[in-house]
């Protein structure tokens, strides 16, 4: 138990390396801060926080809007939506940014075909790579998670309290302003709160688009500038602000317990979805059709048609043979960084429900709260403990083990990404009765046996999807892994990204579409257990 204890606590020591540098702080470091403070701290914070505006409001209105629709009210293709709109999850942000980058700029086919339209000879668009289309990306692919949480929490109560609305003379419009709305409040507030941690935590949008933010800020910190000190002075302020939205959606998610008074699997026939017609189908359709369209259908045809253009010109483009070489690279390290987060999750529940000391409880809430940390706080927080233990014992080859080897980065891969399997194993865990812990307890049976003879085997598919997604988190994951990796060690999402720097979209579509294939499979199995729920 101790042993465990300890492990998870090491889980914490980036976040303590990110507030320990403050003690680093001298004369030199404290000018560095006073500059920072006066020069580019100011525009970044301006710019961090009007892109969590737009986005907060972006992924309300849309999450809420979609998830209001598709659980309210009844119309042709509602059936479909209700896992399409999931879609947008499997496309990460920085790989919308490469296809819609293509697609709308000067050179792009949309702007090439309206100039050949309209015999005009300048922009015919706004130019994409700039705030408001980072915008528009953000909450194309995060407004799922409000979504998500909306379409449960409505799911619960939403058309039986809307249908006593009807009964008491209340209109369509009076019952969705006055009781759906205030009824799914917290649950969008959380999902608000998710989609602005992944927004904070984003890089490759922000660097490809050349946005002035905090996360952007720490990498140039640290590699442009060459200043530890700034970059954990910067990766503070960002993990403040991290630890704020964690609060926030904490307590949003506590707010949900009113919702879910009554299942709702037991809706009476009269509760049922609210029938559209006419128009009103138009503006359904619209309002589920288009996230779809804009979040997943349209970018992947973006992205086909990339890769066509590219397959025709294989001789000028991508080195295909390497291609194998950067996919098994992915795939090992997210295979190696999902069996540990599993490992050690299923180990850390196990301990938790047979020996639930205060200590290790602490420690796994300390380990869980790493998914809301950005993997450039991440990065920053490993290689600055590293660096300190290198300079005062020279012989341990900290920085060597660090950013030499697969280590410093599948360590980084468990701070982050460890809560997610745990979050699964817990879940499994509570559908076992504490019963046959006591029948077994009763007939003698060993700790280590009743783990591998009774837990195991019921927690099987709480433990495969732990690992799936995990598995697809480290596939996606870029920041980490931008700093951290060994020479010679690159990934599907570090190549699509080094090459969409280098203006070659093309080129950068087949990393990008394996990247958005494998990050289907989760969104496949999670509507899959929402219709069998």
């Known amino acids: 138990m101790r042993f465990l204890t300890a492990l998870t606590l090491l889980l914490a020591v980036p976040v303590l390396g990110i507030i320990g540098s403050w003690a680093l702080l001298d004369a030199q470091s404290g000018a560095v801060l006073v500059h920072q403070l006066q020069t580019v701290l100011p525009e970044y914070a301006w710019t961090s926080l009007l892109l969590s505006v737009s986005v907060a409001v972006g992924v309300a209105v849309v999450g809420g809007a979609t998830a209001a629709t598709v659980t309210l009210f009844e119309f042709p293709g509602r059936r479909f939506f209700e896992w399409a709109l999931l879609l947008p999850l499997a496309m990460p942000a920085y790989v919308l940014a490469y296809a819609y980058t293509d697609f709308l700029q000067y050179s792009g086919p949309l702007q090439t075909a309206l100039r050949a339209l309209t015999g005009a000879q300048g922009a015919m668009l706004p130019d994409v790579r700039s705030l408001w289309g980072a915008v528009m990306l953000f909450v194309a692919c995060l407004y799922p998670y409000a979504y998500l949480l909306t379409r449960a929490a409505l799911n619960e109560r939403g058309v039986q309290l809307l249908e006593a609305a009807r009964l008491l003379g209340a209109g369509t419009g009076r019952r969705v302003r006055q009781v759906a709305l205030p009824l799914a409040r917290p649950a969008l507030a959380a999902g608000v709160a998710l989609a602005l941690m992944e927004t904070l935590a984003d890089y490759g949008v922000g660097s490809y688009f050349g946005l002035s933010t905090l996360t952007t800020g720490v990498y140039r910190a640290w590699l442009v500038m060459d200043d530890r000190i700034a970059a954990a002075q910067l990766a503070t302020v960002l993990l403040a602000v991290v630890a704020l939205l964690l609060w926030l959606e904490h307590r949003a998610q506590r707010a949900l317990r009113f919702a879910t008074t009554r299942p709702g699997n037991l809706q009476s026939q009269e509760a049922r979805p609210v029938p559209l017609t006419?128009?009103?189908?138009?503006?359904?359709?619209?309002?589920?059709?288009?996230?779809?369209?804009?979040?997943?259908?349209?970018?992947?045809?973006?992205?086909?048609?990339?890769?066509?253009?590219?397959?025709?010109?294989?001789?000028?483009?991508?080195?295909?043979?390497?291609?194998?070489?950067?996919?098994?690279?992915?795939?090992?390290?997210?295979?190696?960084?999902?069996?540990?987060?599993?490992?050690?999750?299923?180990?850390?529940a196990y301990a938790l429900?047979?020996?639930?000391?205060?200590?290790?409880?602490?420690?796994?809430?300390?380990?869980?709260?790493?998914?809301?940390?950005?993997?450039?706080?991440?990065?920053?927080?490993?290689?600055?403990?590293?660096?300190?233990?290198?300079?005062?014992?020279?012989?341990?080859?900290?920085?060597?083990?660090?950013?030499?080897?697969?280590?410093?980065?599948?360590?980084?891969?468990?701070?982050?990404?460890?809560?997610?399997?745990?979050?699964?194993?817990?879940?499994?865990?509570?559908?076992?009765?504490?019963?046959?812990?006591?029948?077994?307890?009763?007939?003698?049976?060993?700790?280590?046996?009743?783990?591998?003879?009774?837990?195991?085997?019921?927690?099987?598919?709480?433990?495969?999807?732990?690992?799936?997604?995990?598995?697809?988190?480290?596939?996606?994951?870029?920041?980490?892994?931008?700093?951290?990796?060994?020479?010679?060690?690159?990934?599907?999402?570090?190549?699509?990204?080094?090459?969409?720097?280098?203006?070659?979209?093309?080129?950068?579509?087949?990393?990008?579409?394996a990247i958005v294939a494998v990050g289907l499979l989760p969104v496949l199995l999670l509507s899959r257990a929402m219709r069998q729920r």
Not at 382 to 387: M, R
Request: aromatic share 8%; glycine share 10%; with cysteine.
């Open 278 to 348: 006419g128009g009103r189908r138009l503006v359904a359709w619209a309002v589920c059709g288009l996230p779809v369209l804009i979040g997943f259908a349209l970018p992947v045809a973006i992205l086909l048609g990339l890769l066509w253009q590219e397959a025709r010109h294989a001789e000028l483009g991508l080195p295909w043979a390497r291609f194998g070489q950067w996919a098994w690279t992915s795939f090992k390290l997210a295979g190696l960084g999902a069996l540990l987060a599993s490992a050690l999750a299923l180990a850390l």
């Open 353 to 513: 429900r047979v020996r639930p000391r205060p200590g290790l409880r602490l420690a796994a809430r300390v380990a869980s709260l790493g998914y809301a940390v950005p993997g450039a706080v991440i990065a920053v927080g490993i290689l600055i403990p590293a660096g300190g233990l290198q300079s005062l014992w020279p012989a341990s080859g900290a920085s060597v083990l660090v950013t030499g080897t697969i280590f410093g980065l599948l360590y980084a891969y468990l701070v982050r990404f460890t809560a997610v399997a745990l979050q699964s194993v817990e879940s499994g865990y509570a559908r076992i009765p504490t019963s046959l812990d006591e029948t077994a307890r009763m007939l003698g049976t060993p700790r280590w046996r009743l783990f591998l003879r009774v837990h195991l085997p019921l927690l099987q598919r709480s433990a495969l999807a732990a690992g799936l997604l995990v598995f697809v988190d480290v596939m996606k994951e870029l920041p980490a892994t931008l700093v951290l990796r060994p020479f010679n060690s690159d990934t599907l999402a570090v190549i699509a990204y080094q090459l969409a720097r280098d203006e070659r979209l093309s080129e950068a579509a087949l990393p990008s579409l």
